[in-house]
């Protein structure tokens, strides 16, 4: 049983660049979810895939962050011209649509812009 | 405005006391409330869920809901060391929704 995947596991960039992070939901689960946690606080919202469709986004995400889910598999979450207040980890949620919709987080992507 | 709140701690228990840990929701409309347990470094891990009112319990952990009161709360027994870690409490507005977290509870068991 694999549990849900994410790589990189740490990624350290110059501001300005442009990065892509990539999430492999647990195989059965058709909910997948991207958080943003900074130090101290706990993991904030940032956008919500129902299979294929991106069905919720948080208002405070901005436009430089865009996320995909082509097939209903895996995820994409890119960040372009990546900022300093950018640096977070970055963690990915799935879950099966059930009673519990229990979300299971990956390992995160440790983001450190430069 | 949906909040989760959570007693930033540090709470120190003895390793085999009782750990009480609390949180407090602000929407009446919530439907499903988890705890997570994370390790510095790592991301969440569940520990349970829960979404009716009275108690849930599994192995030494339990968790109690309380609608009425807008209150969830976990409750480690036996607590050990390696129960040392920050807690999270998140709240489902419904199936499908983001989970609202709260900024977590640093717990410390000490041998």
């Known amino acids: 049983d694999t549990g849900v995947s994410q790589n990189p596991r740490h990624k350290i960039t110059k501001r300005g660049q442009n990065v892509t992070f990539r999430c492999d939901p647990i195989?059965?689960?058709?909910?997948l979810y991207w958080y943003r946690q900074t130090l101290g606080q706990g993991p904030e919202f940032l956008t919500y895939?129902?299979?294929?469709?991106?069905?919720?986004k948080s208002r405070l995400l901005s436009d430089r962050f865009s996320a995909e889910r082509p097939k209903g598999s895996f995820s994409t979450l890119e960040i372009q011209r990546t900022e300093q207040g950018d640096s977070a980890m970055y963690l990915c949620?799935?879950?099966?649509?059930?009673?519990?919709?229990?979300?299971?987080f990956g390992p995160g992507t440790r983001l450190t812009v430069l | 405005q949906k909040e989760v709140e959570q007693n930033s701690g540090p709470l120190s228990v003895p390793e085999g006391a009782i750990a009480s840990l609390n949180c407090t929701y602000s929407?009446?409309?919530?439907?499903?409330f988890f705890w997570y347990r994370q390790y510095s470094g790592k991301s969440p891990e569940l520990i349970m869920f829960?979404?009716s009112n009275g108690d849930k319990e599994d192995g030494r952990f339990t968790a109690q809901l309380n609608k009425a009161s807008q209150y969830v709360s976990l409750l480690i027994r036996d607590s050990q060391p390696s129960d040392s870690a920050t807690y999270l409490c998140?709240?489902?507005w419904g199936t499908g929704n983001q989970f609202y977290f709260g900024t977590g509870t640093s717990l410390t068991v000490i041998p």
């Open positions: 195989s059965e689960h058709n909910r």
């Open positions: 929407d009446r409309g919530s439907q499903s």
């Open positions: 998140a709240v489902n």
């Open positions: 829960i979404y």
């Open positions: 949620a799935s879950s099966l649509m059930d009673s519990s919709d229990t979300q299971y």
């Open positions: 895939f129902q299979n294929e469709a991106q069905l919720e």
